[in-house]
């Protein structure tokens, strides 16, 4: 019987010790991020239509990028995500939303690691940090 105490008790703490972020292990479906700084800086962009981020049902993406609503296929592996068939309208941006735009589309597509907490949601990527706040549409 000790043995049996010793091996459950080993494989909670293992459980704990999981290398997962716990926000991974959450349900990241069904949530509203908004951007709110890229690579350090924080967004100015209009609090109208921000830049935000959301994963669907079939873990299925959309957001705004800039001023481009964009769609695709997400992926996670571990603590990695990554978008596959992104697809996004065309309209022309201010330079300032493209610069935010490319940004996110490029990190989408590249692939990036998730951090964060309940609040927070870090896409560290190749070339760029993507740091959004959860505002979700219902409280």
């Known amino acids: 019987m000790p043995r049996f105490l010793l091996l459950l008790l080993a494989l909670i703490l293992l459980s704990a010790?999981?290398?997962?972020?716990?926000?991974?292990?959450?349900?990241?479906?069904?949530?509203?991020?908004?951007?709110?700084?890229?690579d350090g800086q924080a967004?100015?962009?209009?609090?109208?239509?921000?830049?935000?981020?959301?994963?669907?049902?079939?873990f299925t993406v959309n957001g705004i990028a800039g001023c481009n609503r964009y769609f695709g296929q997400g992926h996670l592996e571990g603590d990695r995500f990554w978008v596959t068939s992104l697809g996004s309208t065309e309209m022309a941006c201010q330079a300032q939303l493209d610069a935010i735009e490319q940004a996110v589309i490029t990190t989408l597509t590249e692939g990036v690691t998730l951090s964060g907490t309940t609040q927070?949601?870090?896409?560290?990527?190749?070339?760029h940090r993507l740091e959004y706040q959860l505002q979700d549409w219902v409280r």
């Open 120 to 127: 927070t949601l870090v896409l560290e990527g190749k070339r």
């Open 43 to 58: 967004i100015t962009a209009s609090r109208d239509n921000p830049p935000d981020f959301e994963i669907g049902e079939h």
């Open 17 to 38: 010790c999981s290398s997962t972020p716990s926000f991974v292990q959450q349900e990241l479906q069904h949530h509203h991020w908004v951007l709110d700084k890229l």
